[in-house]
């Protein structure tokens, strides 16, 4: 496929919604995915914290 412009770029040859809308879900995903492992790391940095400081109270 040959864009002579821009708009033609955008509108990705009538399937501009489908294309735009299926990068968009990407980076959505994406982004959830960053920000649940970032979650997920200050919980086992906190946990690895409090077993540092009372060694004893582990729950296995």
């Known amino acids: 496929m040959i864009w002579r412009n821009v708009s033609d770029f955008l509108a990705m040859g009538g399937y501009a919604l489908?294309?735009?809308?299926?990068?968009g879900m990407f980076l959505a995903c994406l982004a959830g995915e960053w920000l649940a492992l970032g979650w997920r790391?200050?919980?086992?940095?906190?946990?690895?914290?409090?077993?540092?400081?009372?060694?004893?109270?582990?729950?296995a």
Not at 41 to 59: D, I, N, T, V, W
């Open 18 to 23: 489908y294309v735009w809308g299926s990068v």
């Open 41 to 59: 790391r200050r919980e086992l940095l906190r946990e690895l914290r409090h077993a540092r400081q009372y060694p004893g109270a582990g729950g």
